[in-house]
């Protein structure tokens, strides 16, 4: 039998401080490689595409697939709105309207859009319309009265909060813009009751705050 006379080495010892160090490196490398990967391919493209936009396109391809459904042509004109897109979102509206003329929705926002752009004649215009589908709609009448307001005639956007207010006497804008007719009007006292109603409501409402505070200014009478 032959032998081996082969010397057997004894294994040299590693510090453990150098094998956590080797691991934490690993684990730093492979956490950058992650994250430039999930920013190249997955995290970033979210970045870029916000829930308005998500939803503008998805309502895009609702009106692709059914252009002359008015629904959903008031659905992508509110998409429109949302973006502040006022000028497409009234010709989406107008559209809807080719296919049926009394769409409640189309007249209303129709309305709110000229609102937006300070087209007030055409605003209180398609406003009136879209009363005359939904009477108790205390938005339309609300957003009424706002033209009234921009329009200086304040009693008329006064009788429009208070029809507004019948049909939903709990809502903190409705108060707010009544409060907003009254102080027009010189109705100091009366404006300062509602401004707190308001803020009774809603404790946050920053508008009706300000609007207190202005008129609990020393020489505002």
Do not use: C
Not at 41 to 57: E, G, K, P, T
Not at 102 to 110: E, P, Q, R, S, V
Not at 116 to 133: M, T
Not at 142 to 170: C, F, H, M, S
């Amino acid at each position: 039998m032959t032998e081996f006379n082969q010397e057997i080495s004894t294994p040299k010892t590693v510090n453990p401080l150098v094998g956590i160090v080797i691991i934490l490196v690993s684990l730093l490398v492979f956490s950058g490689i992650g994250i430039v990967i999930g920013n190249q391919f997955f995290w970033n493209q979210y970045n870029y595409i916000s829930r308005a936009d998500a939803v503008l396109a998805q309502n895009l391809e609702k009106v692709k697939a059914d252009p002359k459904n008015p629904n959903k042509l008031a659905d992508l004109g509110w998409a429109y709105f949302q973006k502040q897109d006022y000028e497409k979102a009234i010709a989406t509206y107008k559209e809807a309207l080719k296919y049926d003329d009394n769409h409640f929705t189309a007249k209303a926002n129709l309305g709110l859009s000229y609102l937006s752009l300070e087209q007030y004649e055409k605003a209180e215009d398609y406003l009136k319309q879209a009363l005359k589908i939904v009477p108790k709609s205390d938005l339309v009448h609300t957003n009424l009265a706002i033209v009234y307001i921009k329009k200086g005639q304040y009693q008329q956007a006064k009788q429009e909060l208070d029809t507004a207010y019948r049909i939903n006497p709990g809502s903190v804008d409705i108060i707010y813009y009544m409060g907003v007719a009254s102080e027009k009007l010189g109705e100091l006292d009366e404006a300062k009751n509602l401004y707190k109603e308001a803020l009774t409501l809603d404790p946050k409402f920053a508008k009706a705050t300000e609007a207190l505070n202005k008129l609990d200014q020393p020489g505002k009478r």
